[in-house]
């Protein structure tokens, strides 16, 4: 039934009801820019033109009731547009998995029984309510993740002569959305927002979108997201409930990290320390600092991957930069127990077994001149000769002194004990000879081994730096 089959008048009652009216430009005592009155009685001062806005409301709720879908056909639905401008991202707990945004959602109708015509109120066409006196859309935030009951919105509403009723209202939302960390820091996040009647199915509510996206012209720019957009996209579906379809609305935001920050204050330091890693092999062993180099290394990846973790949320796909985490600990862990099996070679003494002859030609032939490992003022590409150890030979006692024309007794060639002394010294001398030539070719296996994991541990390192960093770019 239209409002205008109706004239009761409502008194006292409707004139202490606080309503807000915007009045035009008014002549006489009255006159001002854009008046904005509440009507809590008869004013003293009123224009033509304000009694006039006084009458249209008497007569608009003189028979309303906001409790009711406004709709001249019960079988007939109610299209609702909706408008979403995003203003701010406030927050994105990544552990929590949920999203705090600052939207300004603004909602269309048409309200069949608050029409009336402007030239029958002196060309009034356009009046500002309270949004608490009409009927309001009950669309809700379906993926609202927030314990607290959603706040009724106090701002106006904007009334016109056919019906139409705009309603802009800011919100503060917090909504759930899946957060894919596995290429962090370098990730895109996609976060939906899904509105939607709680209570009217589509045969009473039909709810669209106003354009193919959200509004960003009033959006401010975060320091650690990045927005690409924010699509808009209706949906029609039928719960397990109710027969009837819901549609709603669905926006979705399309954010990319900014790495920057992440890159310095957890990136770069990794990459420093993985690099910083191989040269422990580059250090001579006698200084006792090659162990001690991995260790500390080793140390410092893991202060950083508990920093890491306690950012992350606990997920079945781990981080790429803790993937990248784990390859240096891992690389680092091998080199500091291959630098300890290295160290022994170094050590073997003077009673270790000689360097075995693969090794010998294989190792301190073709590798040492491939690395360019030399002994000093050797030049580079040609390695020492292998030189064999010889062995001592013990004086022959069997044999007599040697014939020859000198027969005297006192000659110093008949002086067997002599002789065998003689020829103990320098047995004895040869062997400390081949025995130190045993340890040097150790010390010299140990620098060629050295060497060569220098290399590929170091090629290793700068690989997996070059893998992550690319992914910057």
């Given amino acids: 039934m239209g409002p205008g089959s109706h004239h009761l008048s409502l008194g006292p009652s409707v004139s202490s009801l606080g309503l807000l009216l915007l009045l035009p430009l008014l002549p006489g005592p009255c006159s001002g820019a854009s008046w ?17 806005a006084h009458k249209l409301f008497r ?3 003189a028979n309303y009731t906001s409790a009711l879908r406004p709709v001249a056909d019960t079988d007939q639905a109610l299209n609702v547009t909706l408008e979403v401008t995003l203003s701010q991202i406030i927050d994105m707990d990544e552990r929590n998995q949920v999203l ?23 060309g009034l066409d356009v009046i500002r309510i309270p949004s608490s006196l009409v009927w309001r859309p009950d669309i809700v935030l379906y993926n609202k993740a927030d314990a607290q009951a959603p706040a009724s ?13 705009r309603w802009d209202s800011p919100a503060i939302t917090r909504s759930s959305c899946r957060v894919d960390v596995s290429a962090f820091p370098f990730d895109a996040q ?47 579906l039928t719960y397990g409930c109710c ?29 420093l320390i993985s690099l910083l890693a191989p040269l422990a092999f580059h250090l001579p062993a006698d200084s006792g600092e090659k162990v001690s180099l991995g260790v500390t290394v080793l140390l410092a990846l893991t202060v950083f991957q508990l920093i890491l973790a306690e950012s992350m949320p606990p997920a079945e796909s781990v981080p790429l930069i803790g993937k990248y985490y784990m390859a240096t600990m891992t690389m680092v862990t091998f080199s500091t127990a291959l630098t300890i099996l290295i160290m022994n070679l170094h050590y073997c003494g003077p009673s270790a077994r000689p360097v075995p002859a693969w090794a010998r030609a294989l190792l301190l032939g073709r590798l040492a001149r491939g690395l ?9 590409g040609q390695s020492r000769p292998p030189e064999s150890s010889p062995s001592p030979q013990p004086p022959d006692r069997g044999t007599g002194p040697p014939e020859g024309p000198c027969q005297e007794p006192r000659c ?59 992914q910057a770019l």
């Fill in 36 to 52: 904005t009155l509440v009507l809590t009685g008869p004013p003293e001062c009123l224009g033509a033109e304000g009694r006039l």
């Fill in 243 to 271: 027969s009837e379809p819901y549609p709603d609305v669905t926006f979705t935001l399309l954010l990319r990290r900014r790495a920057a920050a992440y890159v310095c204050n957890l990136l770069l330091p990794c990459v």
């Fill in 153 to 165: 919105a106090s701002t106006n509403v904007v009334l016109r002569h056919d019906g139409a009723v």
């Fill in 412 to 470: 110093l060639c008949r002086q067997e004990a002599l002789l065998h002394h003689v020829a103990t010294i320098a047995n004895a001398f040869h062997s400390h000879r081949a025995a130190q030539r045993r340890h040097e070719d150790w010390k010299r296996l140990a620098r060629v081994m050295d060497r060569f994991f220098l290399g590929i541990f170091f090629s290793m390192a700068l690989v997996m730096s070059l893998l992550v960093l690319v």
């Fill in 100 to 122: 705090t945004l600052y939207l300004w959602i603004r909602q269309e109708w048409t309200d069949a029984y608050l029409r009336w015509d402007p030239d029958t109120y002196g």
């Fill in 190 to 236: 996609r976060c939906g927002l899904t509105f939607g009647s709680w209570t009217h199915g589509g045969h009473q509510l039909d709810v669209r979108p106003r354009g193919a996206t959200a509004s960003l012209a009033d959006f401010v720019e975060n320091v650690e997201w990045r927005v690409l957009g924010m699509p808009a996209r209706r949906r029609v």
């Fill in 59 to 61: 007569d608009l709720f």
């Fill in 372 to 380: 360019c490992v030399r002994e000093r003022g050797e030049p580079c």
